[in-house]
Each structure stands twice: as structure tokens, then as C-alpha cells.
């Protein structure tokens, strides 16, 4: 595996705007893609953004249009902008990468693909988000 460091998590005011990194000791265009996914304290792992080698993104709804994805293949780092936070984005945020193409990938879509964690292969630490009211 490639190890993921991510940064940028703290405490914000909603309405408020953080940008997180997930720097990669690899090279990150070899990734099929990379996301980012948060989770709650007892709560499933839920995928928010998702970029693919070609560009590709794909966005959770409750925060298209506030989030975006991108990737900076020269620096081996990922990031998500967030904007217009809200106490609902609380959560520890992780970002993933997966290595290659899972065999069903034509059948099954880049959305379904990279928006599931259980395709993931490489994990970070995780850096915790938090917005009050």
C-alpha cells in the first residue's frame, strides 16, 4: 500500500470554508482513482467526492455544489475544497485511493466504482472536521 497523510481538518463556524490535503509518498496518477470519505462515530463510512485518473469526479448530493475534488498529479496530493460548511458535515474525513480497475468496472460505472469504500484499497489517518452553529 501507499501510505495517505491527510491535513487541513479544524473547527470552522458554518458558512465557513476548509481545504484538506492528502499528501501521497506515491505517484497519484497511477491511482484509478482517489476520494474522500467521512464517518461518525458509529456510523457507516460514507463516500463525498471522488476523482478519477481522466478527471472524472463524482460528488455525494448533500454536498455537490459546496465541495469540490481535485488533484495535483505534480505534488502527489489530493484536496477537497469545502465551502459553505454545515454543522452536518462534522466528521472525521479520510482520504483512499484505488490501485486499479476492479474487474466489474465497466458494468458497474465510475459513480458506483469510486464512491464505494469497499473498492479502496489505501487509507489515511483521517483529519476530524468540525462546524458549529
Known amino acids: 500500500g501507499v501510505p495517505l497523510v491527510e491535513s487541513g481538518g479544524g473547527s470552522v463556524q458554518s458558512g465557513g470554508s476548509l481545504r484538506l490535503s492528502c499528501a501521497a509518498s506515491g505517484y497519484t496518477y497511477k491511482y484509478f482513482c482517489m476520494g474522500w470519505f467521512r464517518q461518525a462515530p458509529g456510523m457507516e463510512r460514507e463516500g463525498v467526492a471522488a476523482?478519477?485518473?481522466?478527471?472524472?469526479?463524482s460528488y455525494a448530493d448533500s454536498v455537490k455544489g459546496r465541495f469540490t475534488i481535485s488533484q495535483d498529479n505534480a505534488k502527489n496530493t489530493l484536496y477537497l475544497q469545502m465551502n459553505s460548511l454545515k454543522p452536518e458535515d462534522t466528521d472525521m474525513y479520510y482520504c483512499?485511493?484505488?490501485?486499479?480497475?476492479?474487474?466489474?468496472?465497466?458494468?458497474?460505472?465510475?459513480?458506483?466504482?469510486?464512491?464505494?469504500?469497499?473498492?479502496?484499497?489505501?487509507w489515511g489517518q483521517g483529519t476530524q472536521v468540525t462546524v458549529s452553529e
Open positions: 483512499a485511493a484505488v490501485l486499479a480497475a476492479p474487474s466489474d468496472y465497466l458494468y458497474t460505472g465510475f459513480s458506483s466504482t469510486c464512491m464505494a469504500k469497499h473498492h479502496y484499497d489505501d
Open positions: 476523482i478519477g485518473r481522466d478527471g472524472t469526479t
